[in-house]
């Protein structure tokens, strides 16, 4: 079928009977509604329907409709038009419209899938991400412990001025030597409690022994957070006792052989040999039998002092110095001039940082108002530091340093992974401990703040304390 706004022509079977256009008396095939000459319309016998006559034409000219025959109006074919082109023309917009919408779903599945890729990628990364940052620090884990004695560690301490074993704080932890921490900051001696203090427990499970060595029975056991009140110290004249750092094999003299738990006390019965090796004996073993160990599996045993404490709960006892935090009893013993040297360790201004430290990862400026007047407060982030640097009409100078790398070394001798033991050879004790961070002050609102984690520097912050 074709149609146009003039005619419409139906192809019908050869076989139908051809008729002829009653206007123009062209011959009209079969089924066709339209003559093909002239374009006049075909009524359905074959013959033009009457045409419309207006009303300003003589109503007695008007030729009278034959009876039967139905009269054809434009109305008429619109619809029969209509509704042939709808038949046809309805699937296909409809097939149309399902290949449209098909780009479109495709478009909303690739989407969706990059979206939940994207999710899955950050989710997966940060499983990843390091809680380490320049200000933010991972929450400290309690240490484990064997539950039986102390584990000091290997590294050699400066008390005061002078080497407690004979070696002073290694170059790789970033001390510096002892003169000069004692020139800035004269340490306390740690094992001479003058009179009743405040303590907290760091190590887990304890043990708490009747008398300074760990021949003496145990009493008991505290653990990580518990307060305790601190009446005595003691620290060994001869160190003749050490502790095992790991779990070793020993050997005695006639050939048998035992195995040594780690945190196991040992009594030394002479100084290593040029192999390394020293004979030890067992405080519970009563026969005395002789044993040879390697010396480095065992702790100094000059490196920390006992301390007799009076737990809030239980016995009092006799607790080894490194799981222990003893509160100097004073509210500042920090030195100020010890303070400003360690801050002036990466320069006071944004030029020197630089010219010390290189161009910095990110800086950022900012106005503070000050009893003085307005400051600019700017803060550089470099590898493993951010310093935060003042300038305004009091001076410049820096105000906060937060470190977090050992490669950043402090004026003093403080540094990331040095032994807890070396900090308090420079530093005396602390006057506070805040979310296990112990605190030295130099005055109300500045000091040092030391973060530890198994015993070892984690982070140190200078400076401005809030």
Known sequence: ???????????????????????????????????????????????????????????????????????????????????????????????????????????????????????????KQSEDMPWDSSVISKPEKPAPSAGTDPVPGQDQPVTAGRTVTGTPVSAEEGAHTADTAVMSQTAADISNITGPTRGIVIGSSVNLRGSHTIKSPVLGKVSVGNRVEVTDSWLSEDGAEAVVLSDIQASSEDGKKIRILKGKGVTLSGIPDASGMVRVTLPEDKSKTVYTVAAKSLSDPQAWPWYKVKPQKGKEGWIFGKFLTVIDPRDETLSPAFLDAALASFGTTKGQAEALLGKPAKSSSRKVKTQGGEETETTLAFSGLTLVLYDGPGGSGARKAVITSAAR??????????????????????????????????????????????????????????
């Open 1 to 123: 079928m074709i149609e146009n706004d003039e005619f419409t022509i139906h192809r019908g079977s050869r076989e139908e009977a051809e008729e002829k256009c009653s206007e123009c008396g062209a011959e009209i095939r079969g089924g066709l509604r339209y003559c093909t000459s002239c374009g006049a319309p075909v009524s359905e016998d074959g013959h033009p329907p009457l045409r419309e006559v207006s009303r300003q034409e003589n109503e007695d000219s008007r030729p009278l409709r034959e009876p039967g025959r139905r009269v054809r109006s434009n109305a008429d074919k619109a619809e029969r038009s209509y509704r042939e082109f709808n038949a046809v023309a309805r699937p296909r917009r409809r097939k149309n419209e399902r290949r449209s919408r098909l780009p479109v779903i495709l478009l909303l599945f690739v989407l969706a899938a990059a979206l939940g890729g994207g999710v899955y990628s950050f989710m």
């Open 409 to 466: 070394h402090v004026e003093g001798g403080l540094a990331v992974g040095m032994d807890r033991r070396n900090v308090l050879s420079i530093l005396g004790l602390p006057n506070d401990v805040d979310r296990g961070d112990e605190i030295y002050r130099a005055d109300r609102n500045s000091g040092i703040r030391i973060k530890y984690e198994n015993y070892r520097v984690k982070s140190i912050v200078l400076g401005a304390l809030k």
